[in-house]
C-alpha cells in the first residue's frame, strides 16, 4: 500500500464510515412504515437503501425498493418523513455503534494536528449528538450534513466548500468513505479518496467506483496518509 503524501486535510462520511448506524435507521423507518398502516422494514433492506439522506430512504421504504416509485404521493411522503425523523430522534441511536478502529484512529489524527471534517448525506440535525455520543465530536473542524448545502453528495459542493474555507488544493484532501456518492463527490472535486468496503454501497462493491484506494478496516487509514509530510 503506497501512502498519500501532503495530505492536510481529511473528510468522513458517517452512516457506514464511522458509524454502523442501520439498525437504529432500520427501526425508525420500519416504525414509520407500520405507523402508516404499511409494510413494515427489515435490516437487510434499509442496508441498502441508506446513503441519499432521509428523504429518498423514505422514498425507497414507501416503494419497498431502491427505485423510488415516480407515483408516490408527495403528501405521504412528507407525513413519513416528519415520522421517521420523530421516531428516529425518540429512539436515541442506542444501536449505533463506532466500526473497529475508528475512534483510536480520529485520535492519532486529531493530536497528530491533521484537521477533520463530517460530510455526510444524514440530516444535519442529528449529527452533533451522534459525535458527541460517541465521544468523536471534538475531532472535527467543520460538521456538514445532507441539508446544510444546496446540493449533497454525490454533488462535491460541500468538499468544494472546505476546499474554499481552508485554501487548501485539491490533492491535499482525502475523503473517506463507504458508498459510490462518496467516490463520485471526491472525484468531482478532484481529491484524493479512501473506499471503505464495510459500509453500505447499495449491496455493490466498492472497488467498482474506483476510489484511490480501497481499505477493508478502518485503522489501515493510518498507514495510508503519512503525517507530517
Known sequence: MNPLSGIDFIAFDLDGTLLDSVP???DAADKTMRALGRTGVSVEQVTTWIGNGADILIGRALSQSVDVDPELDPALHREARQLFDR??????????ALYPGVKATLAAFHDAGLPMAIVTNKPAQFVPHLLEEHGIADYFVDVI????FPLKKPDPYALNWLLDKHQLKAEQMLMVGDSRNDILAAKAASCYVVGLTYGYNYGQPISESNPDIVLDHFSHLAEVVKLGS
Do not use: R, W
Not at 87 to 96: L, P
Not at 145 to 148: E, I, P, R, V
Open 24 to 26: 437504529d435507521l432500520a
Open 145 to 148: 450534513g445532507g441539508d446544510t
Open 87 to 96: 421516531f428516529y430522534e425518540e429512539g436515541g441511536h442506542e444501536k449505533s
